[in-house]
């Protein structure tokens, strides 16, 4: 009986160490630093920023080329400012500001992306995600592209 408790205490542990929850615990371990991931593929570390934290967000990041990653931590602000009560007159000026400097634009930025990387698979299926996660709306121009992806993928 002891042998059983250990057992399943033990797969209870290692259940709750895989979770999302605490991946994304660990890797935003220090507030405000960035978070460091592994290499991203060209053996260089990739350092995410504080602001990105939705763990899909986190995962993307260092595959993205630059412009992606600058859109993605805008977007995880605007989502983050977006989240916010505003508890008194300051604090909703303050929000109000946030979310014009991080929301503003954010479907034009999100469309013109897609079209520039229309030739990126990668780049293409992970920007359909985060658009479809954060209710980004495609223009006329970014329905008419061609998937860039290989049939079947």
Do not use: W
Request: hydrophobic share 40%; aromatic share 4%; proline share 6%.
């Amino acid at each position: 009986m002891p042998t059983k408790r250990s057992a399943l205490t033990m797969l209870l542990l290692l259940l709750a160490a895989c979770s999302p929850r605490a991946v994304e615990s660990e890797t935003l371990a220090t507030p405000g630093a960035p978070a460091t991931l592994a290499d991203n593929g060209g053996g260089a570390r990739c350092e995410v920023p504080a602001q990105v934290s939705v763990a899909d967000d986190i995962r993307m990041y260092c595959a993205m080329p630059g412009d992606v990653q600058a859109f993605l931590t805008r977007e995880s602000a605007c989502q983050h400012f977006a989240g916010e009560e505003a508890y008194d007159e300051d604090r909703a000026r303050e929000l109000a500001y946030a979310i014009h400097e991080s929301c503003d634009q954010r479907a034009g930025l999100f469309n013109q992306l897609l079209q520039r990387h229309a030739d990126n698979c990668l780049v293409h299926t992970e920007l359909m995600l985060l658009g479809t996660r954060n209710e980004l709306a495609l223009d006329a121009r970014s329905r008419a592209l061609p998937n860039p992806c290989p049939r079947g993928m």
